[in-house]
Nanobody, 123 residues
Framework: QVQLVESGGGLVQAGGSLRLSCTASGRTFRSYVMGWFRQAPGKEREFVAAVGRSDISTYYADSVKGRFTISRDNAKNTTYLQMNSLKPEDTAVYYC????????????????WGQGTQVTVSS
């Protein structure tokens, strides 16, 4: 089992940047594929980005491609989401997730979730 703690959220103006971090407990971090998801008020949780076990394979939602970058540092048990050129529609609670299964965009693929961190982008 793994526990995930996100940090780095906050309030930023449109066009600005934020970097989210997700730190995992335990010594088997490299066994998990990692994903970032977000949920805006009144909407379903949606996929943002995912990274494979070795930081080589990455997937992105079309809405963030070219603006967001996911990465991981297995030595630090941490996954990052660098968010640039932020837009008001990026406002949401962002969740980190981990899975022992295949790299996937599906919410149902991920067994472990963090508590979420709020990102608010003002226009």
């Amino acid at each position: 089992q793994v526990q995930l703690v996100e940090s780095g959220g906050g309030l930023v103006q449109a066009g600005g940047s934020l970097r989210l971090s997700c730190t995992a407990s335990g010594r088997t971090f490299r066994s998990y594929v990692m994903g970032w998801f977000r949920q805006a008020p009144g909407k379903e949780r949606e996929f943002v980005a995912a990274v494979g076990r070795s930081d080589i394979s990455t997937y992105y939602a079309d809405s963030v491609k070219g603006r967001f970058t996911i990465s991981r540092d297995n030595a630090k048990n941490t996954t990052y989401l660098q968010m640039n050129s932020l837009k008001p529609e990026d406002t949401a609670v962002y969740y980190c997730a981990a899975s022992l299964r295949v790299l996937s965009r599906a919410v149902s693929n991920y067994e472990y979730w963090g508590q979420g961190t709020q990102v608010t982008v003002s226009s």
